[in-house]
C-alpha cells in the first residue's frame, strides 16, 4: 500500500474543521514547500487537454486510507473549476498490484469508472471480497453484470498492459511514496503525510492549482 508509514487515519481524512466557540472560522493557512508539498525536479509531461491544468489522484483499490478518503474527494472534484482536469492512476508498489490496474481500466475503456469507483472499494473494503487476482476479478466483472467475453478481452488488451507501463512511469515520475496521493500540473505532488491528512492535502492542492494558474 505504501512505500513509508502514513500517520493518516480514516477519522482523519474526513475529520470536520474545529471552530472555536464565538470565534471566527480561521482560513486555512499557505501551505509550506518542502514540508506540506513538494516541487518536482523535473516537470512531468500532462495529458489534460490545453490550457487545463492537470489532477490527478494516485490510489490502490485495496488501500483502507484511499478507501476512507473517497467520498471527500469526490464531493471536491465535483467543485473543481472547468479549467482544471482531473483524472485517476492506480500505482503498482510491486507486480501484485496489476491486476487491480487492469480493474481500473478496463472500467475506464468501458466509461464506468464513475459508475463503479465506489462499487469496488466497497467489494474491497466492506464485502471483503479478495480482487487481487486476475481470475478473482474477471469472476466479480461477471457478477457485475459486464459481458465476460467482452470485459476480459479488455483486461488483458495490449491497450490496458500500455496504460499500466504508463501509469508506473507516472507514479515515478511524480516520485509518489504512498496513496493516496496528488500531483498537481505536472510539477507539484502532496499526499497525507506531507500535508497531514487528506482534507489538508485536498486545501494544498487548491492552492496548487491557484500557483498553476498563475504561471500559465
Known sequence: MKRREFSLTAAAVLAPAMIGTGAAVAQPAKPREGKEFLVLDKRVPAEAPAGKIEVIEFFWYSCPHCNAFEPA????????????????????????????????????????????????????????????????????????????????????????????????????????EGVPALGIAGRYYTDGTLAGSMERALQVADFLIAEARKAR
Open 73 to 176: 474527494l469526490e464531493a471536491w472534484v465535483k467543485s473543481l473549476p472547468k479549467d482544471v482536469s482531473f483524472r485517476r492512476v492506480p500505482v503498482a508498489f510491486r507486480d501484485d498490484f496489476a491486476p487491480q490496474q487492469r480493474l481500473f481500466y478496463t472500467l475506464d475503456a468501458l466509461n464506468k469508472v464513475d459508475e463503479y469507483q465506489a462499487k469496488v472499494f466497497r467489494a474491497v473494503h466492506v464485502e471483503r471480497l479478495p480482487l487481487t487476482s486476475d481470475e478473482a476479478i474477471l469472476a466479480w466483472a461477471g457478477k457485475q453484470g459486464f459481458d465476460p467475453a467482452k470485459f476480459a478481452e479488455i483486461y488483458r488488451s495490449f491497450s490496458v498492459a500500455s496504460k499500466l507501463r504508463r501509469a508506473v512511469q507516472l507514479q515515478d515520475a511524480y516520485k509518489v
